[in-house]
């Protein structure tokens, strides 16, 4: 192998663990001050669902993205944060994407919504099986054990 390709694949390596932790907290950050800056409206949907303590459960919701965002980030415990973000995103999709429940005009959109929450929780899963990576607040060997 060319010294330019083994530089680059070492770059890629490097790299590549922050670049997907970045690019993966961004949807829960944003989505959890959007909560935040909604809340009332936010709880008022929820109690339409038939969600009982809507408020708590959003105030909930709302810490399980934050500090599982942050983990993941900065690769501090980023498979607990990882984890926290599996178990805000499942019930998530299946409450508010259940394309199975919906009328032809909003099925398409809601299997879209229902696949990419299958694709943001596989990339969780890759972070709780291979930990945060080298650029990361954890040392390498305690990102294999967390």
Same mark, same amino acid.
């Not at 989505?31 to 949907?45: D, Q």
């Not at 994407?97 to 696949?115: C, I, K, P, T, V």
């Given at each position: 192998m060319s010294h330019c390709m083994s &530089?680059?694949?070492?770059?890629v390596k490097?790299?590549?663990?922050?670049? +997907?932790?970045?690019?993966?907290?961004?949807?829960?950050?944003r989505s959890a001050f959007g909560k935040?800056?909604?809340?009332?409206? &936010?709880?008022?949907?929820?109690a339409k669902k038939g969600m009982p303590f809507a408020e708590v459960l959003l105030a909930g919701a709302i810490v399980f993205e934050i500090v599982g965002s &942050?983990? &993941?980030?900065?690769?501090?415990?980023?498979? *607990? +944060?990882?984890?926290?973000?599996?178990?805000?995103?499942?019930?998530?999709?299946?409450?508010?994407?259940?394309? *199975?429940?919906?009328?032809?005009?909003?099925?398409?959109?809601?299997?879209?919504?229902?696949m990419k929450n299958l694709s943001i929780l596989g990339a969780l899963v890759f972070v709780m099986?291979? +930990?945060s990576g080298p650029l990361s607040l954890e040392k390498p060997r305690e990102s294999l054990r967390a």
């Amino acid at each position: 192998m060319s010294h330019c390709m083994s &530089v680059w694949c070492e770059l890629v390596k490097t790299c590549s663990p922050l670049l +997907g932790r970045i690019l993966i907290t961004a949807i829960f950050l944003r989505s959890a001050f959007g909560k935040i800056a909604g809340f009332s409206a &936010v709880a008022a949907g929820m109690a339409k669902k038939g969600m009982p303590f809507a408020e708590v459960l959003l105030a909930g919701a709302i810490v399980f993205e934050i500090v599982g965002s &942050v983990t &993941v980030l900065l690769g501090w415990k980023a498979r *607990w +944060g990882a984890l926290l973000l599996i178990l805000f995103t499942i019930p998530a999709t299946l409450l508010y994407h259940d394309f *199975w429940n919906m009328e032809a005009a909003q099925y398409r959109g809601q299997l879209s919504h229902f696949m990419k929450n299958l694709s943001i929780l596989g990339a969780l899963v890759f972070v709780m099986g291979m +930990g945060s990576g080298p650029l990361s607040l954890e040392k390498p060997r305690e990102s294999l054990r967390a």
